[in-house]
Every structure is written in C-alpha cells, then in structure tokens.
C-alpha cells in the first residue's frame, strides 16, 4: 500500500521543527516509517466507512517507459481521458524494486503525451500509475501528514521531560475526528460522501449513521476548510 502523504506534509504540520533529516529526531527515515503506520490506520478507516480503496482515485492510467526526474518531464500514458492541464498528479512506481511517490502538477498535454513540472523521484519502466489528485485524495493526504506529524512530534519529546507534546495532542485530536467536529477517521467511518469522489459499497452505504446534506456534500472550499489548521508556536 502506498501512503497518501509525502515528508514534506508531514513537515507542514511541525513548521517549528528542522527539516527532517539523517541526524535530526526524529530522522527522515523514521518519518517515513510513520507516514507508513499512519497510513493503514487511514486505510482500515477507509475499509471501516466501506469505502472502494481500490477506486479512491476516479481517474487514473499508466506509463509503460522509464520516467526520469527533472523539470518539464515528458510521459506517454496509456489514456488521457478525464484529463485537464493544470491537474494535480500523483505519480507512483518503483526504483529498482524500491516504491516511490509523489504529488506534481500536469502543465501540457500533447495527445497522449504529459508534461509535468517537476518529478522529483525516476522511476523504472513497467511501474508507473498516475492518479488524478481529486477532493478524496486531498483529505487523505492531509489526514496521513497530520497523524504522521503527530507521531513525530512525540518522538521529539521521547526521553525528555514533560515527556508529551500539546502540540501532538491537538494533532491527534485532529487526525481522530469525533461526532462534534465531525471530521478526521471519524467522519471517514460515519459520514456517508464524506469523501466527495470516492466509491462506498451500498451495504457500507446502508450501515453508516446519516449526517446532514452539508456533511456529505462538501464543496472545494468545505473540504479546504475542514482539512485546514492554523497553530501558532
């Protein structure tokens, strides 16, 4: 399974942290490893709230060449239906059998040729899905950077005393959800449409509590709105 997050949103959440790295606490290789725990604890919600994981995205396709990093790079994909320039992409495939990932912009598009503004990552033939970045995979991603930024919070403090974090509280509370705020895991499992562009089993659909017209229709700016916090450090 890959994660909905990269580093970099985990980082947006502890602006007051240095930049992960080899030699900070936690290292970067220990937040990518709570990137991955995070995200099968979004998973299993999504799982929980019925929800079709395998067709989170609505639209997808695939790249049968190599795709080498860099700016302006060129990918032939298999369909280029359902595609807008100006799209928010997510790229994901394997680096000698390492999986890579990452979230870029669709700036041309040339029949069923793509340009995307910057690809940090190159990765192997045979490998590559690109997925369009749709309202569903916006709440995902912030949900996983935030349950991520909360576990490398705690690590911060692991050790030390107070040994906790305010901070990491108010992101778990976040990550969480819960009936009142109506948001995190919480909304996933209990609110039918909560996310927007994402298939529910009608079984799943049938079980779940109902919530009201503005919960399970969100609309860009509702979903900004939820998925968006302001912390003063």
Same mark, same amino acid.
């Given at each position: 399974?890959?994660?909905?997050? =990269?580093? +970099?949103? /985990?980082?947006?959440?502890?602006?007051?942290?240095?930049?992960?790295?080899?030699?900070?606490?936690?290292?970067?290789?220990? =937040?990518? +490893?709570?990137?991955?725990?995070?995200? !099968?604890? $979004?998973?299993?919600?999504?799982?929980?709230?019925?929800?079709?994981?395998?067709?989170?995205?609505? /639209?997808?396709?695939?790249?049968?060449?190599?795709?080498?990093?860099?700016?302006? &790079?060129?990918?032939? =994909?298999?369909?280029?239906?359902?595609?807008? $320039?100006?799209? &928010? /992409?997510?790229?994901?495939?394997?680096?000698?059998?390492?999986? &890579?990932?990452?979230?870029?912009?669709? *700036?041309?598009?040339?029949?069923?040729?793509?340009?995307?503004?910057? /690809?940090?990552?190159?990765?192997?033939?045979? #490998?590559?899905?690109?997925?369009?970045?749709?309202?569903?995979?916006? *709440?995902?991603?912030?949900?996983?950077?935030?349950?991520?930024?909360?576990?490398? +919070?705690?690590?911060?403090?692991?050790?030390?005393?107070?040994? &906790?974090?305010?901070?990491?509280? *108010?992101?778990?509370?976040?990550?969480?959800?819960?009936? @009142?705020?109506?948001?995190?895991?919480?909304?996933? @499992?209990?609110?039918?449409?909560?996310?927007?562009?994402?298939?529910?089993? #009608? @079984?799943?659909?049938?079980?779940?509590?109902? !919530?009201?017209?503005?919960? @399970?229709?969100?609309?860009?700016?509702? =979903?900004?709105?939820?998925?968006?916090?302001?912390? +003063?450090?």
């Amino acid at each position: 399974m890959i994660p909905y997050c =990269v580093i +970099e949103d /985990v980082q947006g959440f502890n602006q007051h942290r240095p930049a992960y790295s080899a030699t900070t606490k936690p290292t970067s290789a220990q =937040v990518h +490893e709570f990137i991955r725990e995070v995200s !099968s604890r $979004v998973f299993s919600s999504l799982t929980s709230g019925g929800y079709d994981t395998d067709n989170i995205h609505e /639209v997808k396709t695939t790249v049968a060449l190599a795709l080498a990093a860099g700016n302006n &790079k060129t990918a032939v =994909v298999a369909s280029a239906s359902g595609w807008t $320039v100006g799209d &928010k /992409v997510k790229i994901v495939g394997s680096a000698s059998g390492i999986p &890579k990932w990452e979230f870029v912009n669709l *700036i041309t598009i040339s029949s069923l040729t793509f340009t995307f503004d910057t /690809v940090v990552n190159a990765y192997d033939a045979g #490998t590559i899905t690109i997925y369009l970045f749709n309202h569903s995979m916006r *709440i995902l991603r912030t949900l996983n950077a935030i349950g991520a930024a909360a576990m490398s +919070e705690e690590n911060t403090f692991m050790g030390q005393s107070p040994n &906790k974090s305010e901070h990491a509280e *108010i992101l778990w509370k976040r990550f969480n959800g819960s009936a @009142e705020t109506r948001d995190g895991l919480w909304a996933i @499992e209990n609110i039918s449409g909560y996310l927007p562009d994402a298939t529910q089993t #009608t @079984e799943a659909t049938a079980n779940i509590r109902p !919530s009201s017209y503005g919960s @399970e229709n969100l609309t860009d700016t509702d =979903v900004e709105a939820k998925m968006s916090i302001d912390y +003063e450090f």
